[in-house]
Nanobody, 115 residues
Framework: QVQLVESGGGLVQAGGSLRLSCAASGLIFSFYANGWYRQAPGKQRELVASITTGGSRNYADSVKGRFTVFRDNAQNTVYLQMNSLKPEDTAVYYC?????????WGQGTQVTVSS
């Protein structure tokens, strides 16, 4: 059974930092690309950052220079380092693992940034 479990969310003041983790089990992690998405109340889910199996990264314009995605295949974990957080970063953050055959999602972790 495949599981993706996010952790690391919480309440932080504007300008602060958080590191989200997404631990995967039940799959060959290195065969999957990963994405971090977020969904704020009343808004559509949006892609924040992604990383391919080869380590290539892509970011939404709104987080470039502030967020960093990286992965540790030995730990079956993908991370999202979030710095200089803004109130508009408040959302539920989800990770996913995707390849040509499958697309798996975690349950989400809440990030709240106070002004």
């Amino acid at each position: 059974q495949v599981q993706l479990v996010e952790s690391g969310g919480g309440l932080v003041q504007a300008g602060g930092s958080l590191r989200l983790s997404c631990a995967a089990s039940g799959l060959i992690f290195s065969f999957y690309a990963n994405g971090w998405y977020r969904q704020a109340p009343g808004k559509q889910r949006e892609l924040v950052a992604s990383i391919t199996t080869g380590g290539s990264r892509n970011y939404a314009d709104s987080v470039k220079g502030r967020f960093t995605v990286f992965r540790d295949n030995a730990q079956n974990t993908v991370y999202l380092q979030m710095n200089s957080l803004k109130p508009e970063d408040t959302a539920v953050y989800y990770c996913n693992a995707v390849n040509w055959a499958n697309d798996y999602w975690g349950q989400g972790t809440q990030v709240t940034v106070s002004s």
